[in-house]
């Protein structure tokens, strides 16, 4: 299973970007696809996240502004994120639990994609 984040670029303050993340290989379910942040020198942490029954939840510093989504039929979770600030900025990375079998519950991360606000 691998998981393959797209869409990282740099964007001025107030300006929008969407994340995609993509899972592909012998999956049978995904039971949550996450998005994380990583600042320089700092741990990653949560910003957004969603299960397969459809609950989402946000970092504070996020509400209001990103929407996380997925597409299970294309094993897809996306990120739209507007009105970006500088500190914002960042590694994004995907992450993901499967359900590949004979492997169940397995976390996987993708590589992260660069998101830089700034004019």
């Known amino acids: 299973v691998q998981l393959q984040a797209s869409g990282g670029g740099l964007v001025q303050p107030g300006g929008s970007l969407r994340l995609s993340c993509t899972a592909s290989g012998p999956i049978l379910s995904i039971n949550v696809m996450d998005w994380y942040y990583q600042a320089p020198g700092k741990q990653r942490e949560l910003v957004a996240g969603?299960?397969?029954?459809?609950?989402?939840n946000y970092a504070d510093s996020v509400k209001g502004r990103f929407t996380i989504s997925r597409d299970d039929a294309k094993n897809t979770v996306y990120l739209q994120m507007n009105s970006l600030k500088p500190e914002d900025s960042g590694v994004y990375f995907c992450?993901?639990?499967?359900?590949?079998?004979?492997?169940?519950?397995?976390?996987?991360w993708g590589k992260g994609t660069q998101v830089t606000v700034s004019s």
């Open positions: 969603s299960t397969s029954t459809g609950y989402t």
């Open positions: 992450h993901a639990v499967i359900n590949a079998p004979p492997s169940y519950n397995i976390a996987y």
